[in-house]
């Protein structure tokens, strides 16, 4: 009964509300969370959820707070605690009247009161008062009771007695009385449940792929690479990684898994390699699941900024135009005390480009103005539906021929490349988008019969 808990909040616990107690209240008192409840039958349990929010700038760790439980155990349940005698102070007071008569000088009227002032009842049994000095001591009531209790507040009255004295009387008195003891056998408990050292535990990372775009209808392979830093000191025991293998791609094989922790490479041996729905069927979409068991047997702790790397090569296969592909990812951690910690991560989507090679070259030679001369001229279309990339468009220039000029096409002029009978000339693009034309001018000189126009057209074509 009178169950009080109290839950330290510390100051890296922020919004700290009470969720949901199963029996009795609870509530936020400044740094504390404090629940109550009145009454829990043996063999009974209560809890209480809490929803708190750690916000920390280090990644130390630190503590929760401590949890006190003060609570009564009702009266029988300990066997040993009956006590047997009682003793303490009485909360008492005595009074004597003394009244002289107004007819009856040096008469006095004498009364005894006892005024029970504590919170127990008690008991009077024999009072006597003496009268007088040491050599004139006189008994002048002698009262043994039975049956008197006076309660806790009340006043019990003598029966009054008379005396005569020229002096106004002074008495001796001996009082017996008792406590009427009240036992209650109640226990109280309390328990002090120490705080917890919390470790600040994250992880982050990404996923990657070295390709983004792939061709359609075309086996491709990419490798994956997933890579996991654990931020704050890490006691993982197991990891555990869900992966996706979209559709039209197959399976990896365990034997090209590579998984490294910290400069140390994980045995094939060492980690369990499965998919669900089993089966190697490229049509749907399947979960990859590789568990890492015994870590901190095999590896320890991991420290601060520890990185798990695993890299794996995927096929793609055939996978048909206009369609893309995500591949998310799990990494639960498991620790010890028992917990998990969690980072998901989707990467960029695989698109698959649907690029077929279509060009348009073509070349024109046309006397210039004086005799020798010739001005030529290159065309390139890029026919096909995707950009093109690293595009060398070449030309050669025949031996007794010299190059009177050369264009400067999109900030690119030509590398100039001599050979055993002529000249090659090449201009190098990085990228012709698609329906791009490329047109490229330069002349050319020579003189004599031997170098006819027939001679050029002849030899420019390489």
């Known amino acids: 009964t009178e169950i009080l808990v109290k839950k330290a909040i510390p100051p890296e616990f922020t919004d700290a509300d009470v969720v949901n107690t199963s029996v009795g209240r609870a509530r936020r008192d400044g740094n504390e969370i404090v629940w109550t409840i009145d009454e829990l039958d043996g063999g009974k349990s209560a809890s209480m959820e809490l929803k708190i929010k750690v916000l920390t700038n280090e990644k130390k760790a630190f503590k929760s707070g401590e949890i006190t439980a003060k609570y009564f ?21 005595h009074f004597v009247d003394r009244d002289e008569r107004d007819e009856e000088p040096d008469v006095w009227d004498c009364t005894f009161e006892f005024r029970n002032r504590s919170e127990f009842p008690m008991r009077l049994e024999h009072y006597n008062f003496v009268f007088g000095d040491e050599n004139t001591e006189t008994r002048v009531i002698d009262e043994t009771l039975s049956d008197v209790v006076i309660q806790p ?37 309390g328990q002090t449940l120490s705080p917890i050292k919390l470790r600040i535990l994250a992880l982050e990372g990404k996923k990657t792929f070295s390709k983004s775009r792939i061709a359609s209808y075309r086996e491709t392979t990419i490798d994956a690479t997933i890579e996991v830093m654990t931020q704050g000191k890490s006691p993982i025991d197991r990891i555990r990684i869900e992966d996706r293998i979209p559709a039209n791609f197959k399976n990896p094989l365990k034997e090209n898994m590579k998984i490294v922790i910290e400069d140390k490479e994980i045995p094939v041996d060492d980690f369990t390699f499965s998919f669900e729905p089993a089966g190697d069927d490229v049509a749907i979409e399947r979960k990859m699941i590789i568990e890492i068991k015994d870590v901190l047997e095999n590896i320890g702790e991991l420290d601060d900024e520890t990185t798990i790397k695993i890299t794996y090569p995927l096929v793609a ?45 073509g070349k024109s030679i046309a006397p210039g103005a004086a005799k020798g001369d010739y001005d030529i001229v290159l065309i390139y279309l890029n026919k096909g539906d995707a950009a093109k990339s690293d595009i060398s468009i070449s030309d050669f220039v025949p031996a007794g021929f010299s190059i009177t000029s050369a264009a400067t096409v999109k900030d690119i002029a030509p590398e100039k490349a001599g050979q055993k009978d002529g000249t090659m000339l090449t201009w190098t693009f990085k990228e012709v988008a698609p329906n791009e034309e490329i047109e490229i ?22």
């Not at 009266?75 to 009956?82: D, E, N, Q």
């Not at 001018?441 to 390489?462: M, P, Q, R, T």
């Open 153 to 189: 507040g009340e006043t019990w009255k003598a029966k009054p007695w008379d005396l005569k004295s020229e002096d106004e009387p002074t008495f001796s008195e001996n009082i017996l009385y008792s406590v009427i003891a009240d036992t209650e056998a109640k226990l109280s408990m």
């Open 73 to 93: 155990v009702a009266a029988g349940t300990y066997s040993g605690l009956k006590p047997e005698f009682v003793d303490g102070w009485s909360d008492q007071i």
């Open 441 to 462: 001018k330069y002349s050319i000189h020579g003189e004599g019969d031997e170098y006819s126009l027939k001679n050029v057209e002849a030899k420019a074509f390489k």
């Open 317 to 361: 296969y055939k996978p048909p135009k206009d369609t893309s592909y995500t591949a998310p990812i799990l990494f639960q951690g498991f620790v010890k005390p028992a917990g998990t910690i969690e980072w998901s991560f989707t990467p960029d989507p695989i698109v698959v480009a649907h690029e077929r090679r279509r060009t348009h070259v």
